[in-house]
């Protein structure tokens, strides 16, 4: 499993349930542990009375004491530092990264409902398109939850670089190492549909019935024999090959994932956040954006090697 050193923890809420399983994460690692509190930046208007200064300092010694309320829950299992910023949440939480070299945040908030369900809030979207690091999204769970992680895997056909692969494997690794920690099982699931599949049945495509049926059978074969070598590399790493149980199913990714999470119950879902047509085994763009903003299980999302977060992009043009 990926090795954590530095985490960054922005607690919304005070979740002790959520807390306590950042701690075993640490602990597990050996990794130090700050607690963050982003207060809003004071106005710079007219005040005659300073009332705008004492509200400011209010509110920073209230940061501080509900910060120091939550490390001492914990002061006997682990050491924790705190911090106070102040600035736009995902803003000032990528400039930490960047700075301090965290290489994993936790974002503790209650999720939002939405159309589809119950997905993370501004600021969590944020910080999964935007943080250099790996972010791991918490809110208060479900009431019952197995200890089952779901890993989902795509795959870009065109490609199959060595990276790719590693960062795959990358993935399925975190996964195994949750799964371990919490007593469960590994699901892997890889949702896959023929490309084209929308237009099969259009009779300008001018296809008969034994050339669909032939095109049907290469496309579900190739992404048998695909899925067959991730799962059989995933299972030769594994403590116990037999928790990893693999799901080839033909869907959309989106709702496969959420059935998937839903049917398992499970407690954890893996997955990479951005990717190019050099990224096999990761979820892209609108696909991850999709199951982030419908789905209430918390979330471990990796960044590919060489991600670069656009806030530092568009800083150093």
Known sequence: MKQFRDILVYAESDNQACLEQVVAVARAHGAAITVCEIVEPAPEIQDNRGVIER???????????????????????????????????F?????????????????????VQVASGIGLNATGMHLMRKCPCTVWALHPERATHSNDVVLALDRELASGTRAA??????????????AQTRGGNVHVIHAWLPYGAELLDDADLDLSDG??????????????????????????????PLRVK???????????????????????????????????GVLIGATTESILAGIGT???ALKPP????????ARQS
């Open 165 to 178: 692969e590693a960062f795959a494997m990358t993935l399925a690794e975190s996964a195994l190492g949750l």
């Open 246 to 280: 693999a799901h080839l199913v033909e869907s959309a990714a989106v709702p496969a994932v959420e059935r998937m999470v839903e049917e398992t119950n499970a407690g954890m879902l893996v997955l990479g956040t951005v990717g190019t047509s050099a990224n096999p």
């Open 298 to 300: 918390p979330v471990l």
């Open 91 to 111: 803003v000032t939480i990528t400039e930490q990264v960047v700075q301090q070299d965290f290489d994993l945040v936790v974002h503790i908030s209650e999720p």
């Open 306 to 313: 060489g991600f670069v977060s656009p806030l530092m992009l």
């Open 211 to 240: 050339e669909r049926q032939v095109y049907f059978q290469q496309q579900r074969s190739d992404s048998e024999q695909w899925f067959k070598r991730v799962v059989q590399r995933i299972e030769s790493v594994a403590d116990d």
């Open 55 to 89: 509200l400011s300092k209010l509110r920073w010694n209230r940061a501080f004491q509900r910060l120091r309320r939550i490390c001492d829950l914990f002061a006997t299992h682990t050491v924790i530092d705190y911090s106070v910023f102040t600035g736009v949440p």
